[in-house]
């Protein structure tokens, strides 16, 4: 069992900057972050492989990036130019299968965290 804690949410104004953090207990092949918003469906942020390799939705790209530290086990997200559709609670994910399997839209990640309130009021 992997226990993933995330960190790094809060308030900011639309066009800030918030870093988000999800430290996982263990080394784990996949990281990603999710979003939520209050009556929406969950939406893939971004994913990273152990190997390197990331994915980015088109409604962030260019704006958030996800970086991974291996020797510290935590995920980050880099969140520039904010936006209130930005709003929605966050949720890393991880998983021991690779990206390119777990990036399938129908895939449930494994370890969830409780997720973090990103709040960009405009």
């Known amino acids: 069992q992997v226990q993933l804690v995330e960190s790094g949410g809060g308030s900011v104004q639309a066009g800030g900057s918030l870093r988000l953090s999800c430290t996982a207990s263990?080394?784990?092949?996949?990281m990603a972050w999710f979003r939520q918003a209050p009556g929406k469906e969950r939406e893939g942020v971004a994913g990273?492989?152990?190997?390197?390799?990331?994915d980015h939705s088109d409604s962030v790209k260019g704006r958030f990036t996800i970086s991974r530290d291996s020797a510290k086990n935590t995920a980050y997200l880099q969140m520039n130019s904010l936006k209130p559709e930005d709003t929605a609670i966050y949720y890393c994910?991880?998983?021991?299968?690779?990206?390119?399997?777990?990036?399938?839209?129908?895939?449930?990640?494994?370890?969830w965290g409780q997720g973090t309130q990103v709040t960009v009021s405009s």
């Open positions: 263990a080394n784990i092949r996949t």
């Open positions: 994910a991880a998983d021991s299968r690779p990206l390119w399997v777990v990036r399938d839209p129908e895939y449930d990640y494994k370890y």
């Open positions: 990273q492989d152990s190997d390197g390799e990331t």
